[in-house]
C-alpha cells in the first residue's frame, strides 16, 4: 500500500499538537472522489476545532484527526458510479478535517466540491469554500443592490475581502472598516 502526507493531531490544542504524518495513501471509492490538494486554505474555525473537544464535537470530529476544510487541486481517482466529475478535473471543496493532506477523499453532495473556474489558481480557489460562502450568504441575506451604501467591518479580513468585492460587483457603494 502506498503512503502519503496528512496533518494529524493526537490532542487538543494549538498548533503544537499538529504534526505531518506518514499515513496510508486513501482511495476514493463507491460515489466518491479523491483530489490530489494543491493548496489549503485555513480558517478561525479551523483551529477552534484543533483546540476543543467541544468544537470538534459539533463537527463530528474525534481523536486522533486530520486538519482543515478548504482544499483544492485536481481529482486523480473517480470512485464507481462518480458522474460530473473525472481524473484530471480542476476542483476546489470542502473536507472537514481532513483538507491538509497529500489527498483528500470528498464525497460530492455530501462534501461542497465544484469545479475551478478557468484562470482561478488553485491557492485562491482553497480559500473559497468557507469564505467565498460566507460572503456570500451576506451580500444576499441583506440584499444588496446598485446604488446601496454597505459598511463592512472587518474588510481586510477573509470573509470581508469577498464581501466587498461582492457588494461592488452588486452596484454598491462599499465603506470598509479594518
Given amino acids: 500500500a502506498g503512503m502519503s502526507r496528512a496533518v494529524i493531531q493526537e490532542s487538543f490544542g494549538g498548533p503544537e499538537v499538529l504534526e505531518v504524518r506518514n499515513v496510508a495513501e486513501p482511495h476514493a471509492g463507491p460515489g466518491e472522489v479523491r483530489v490530489r490538494v494543491s493548496a489549503a486554505g485555513l480558517n478561525p474555525v479551523d483551529w477552534k476545532i484543533a ?3 467541544e468544537a470538534a464535537g459539533r463537527y463530528g470530529i474525534t481523536l486522533p484527526a486530520g486538519f482543515g476544510n478548504d482544499f483544492a487541486g485536481v481529482v486523480d481517482e473517480a470512485g464507481d458510479g462518480m458522474t460530473g466529475l473525472a481524473a484530471g478535473d480542476r476542483v476546489y471543496g470542502g473536507a472537514r478535517g481532513r483538507a491538509v493532506a497529500d489527498y483528500a477523499v470528498v ?3 455530501a462534501d461542497p466540491l465544484l469545479h475551478t473556474p478557468d484562470g482561478v489558481e488553485d491557492i485562491t480557489a482553497s480559500t473559497l469554500v468557507i469564505t467565498g460562502r460566507t460572503a456570500d450568504a451576506v451580500i444576499n441575506t441583506i440584499g444588496v443592490h446598485a446604488g446601496d451604501t454597505v459598511l463592512i467591518g472587518g474588510a481586510a479580513g477573509g470573509v470581508g475581502v469577498f464581501t466587498v468585492q461582492l457588494a461592488r460587483r452588486a452596484g454598491a457603494r462599499v ?4
Fill in 175 to 178: 465603506l470598509g472598516t479594518a
Fill in 107 to 109: 464525497r460530492p453532495g
Fill in 51 to 53: 483546540a476543543s473537544a
